[in-house]
């Protein structure tokens, strides 16, 4: 029987998250290694666990992954949700992109100076708005299908969707014109695999609050 994937990282969102959610969506149980302290990271670079000296990092397969779109492309493959021909994935990849493009910037979001904090979610709401969000409405309103791509689901359906609820909590009402993505927010949120992962409890990391930002520059300073 095949090892539980292992999880490195910090007890928080940051670049794990979308390994997180992708796994979960898989149906794929994992176990979580924290990173407390600098040492805890000093201590994994040392022994040779991570190739550019950097989380995160999955032991999964007798691999241990680092990198996360790397990560993330092994599992969509392993659990097949990365298409059925190369055509299928090229777009999987042109939508996951673009969902990177936006996350980038939500993911600095909790860790900028409060100073830079306006500036950055006024670029968040107008980049969701009026570059991103349109783009994946027309995708959907194009064939008329349940998912991103050949009418099945992907990781790409399943990056989207994490990067529907994280724009959300900045901007409760960003959606308002999207009926497409709400749609698609609503059909991903109710498989059982993500309602499990979206209830309370479970292994998915809540948003990062400045009390979250500061301890963890305490321990890793």
Known sequence: MARTPILHYFDGRGRMESIRWLLAAAGVEFEEKFLKTREDLEKLRKDG???????PMVEIDGMKLVQTRAILNYIATKYNLYGKDVKERALIDMYSEGV???NEIILHYPFLPPGDKDGSLTQIK???RNRYFP?????????????LVGN???????HLTELLYHTEELDPSVLANFPLLKALKTRISNLPTVKK???PGSQRKPFEDEKFVEELKKSFG
Request: proline share 0%.
């Open 126 to 128: 107008e980049k969701s």
């Open 135 to 147: 783009a994946f409405e027309k995708v959907l309103k194009s064939h008329g299908q349940d998912y």
């Open 100 to 102: 990177a493009d936006l």
């Open 197 to 199: 992962f979206l209830q």
């Open 49 to 55: 666990s991570l190739m550019f000296q950097q989380v």
């Open 152 to 158: 099945r689901l992907s990781k790409a359906d399943i």
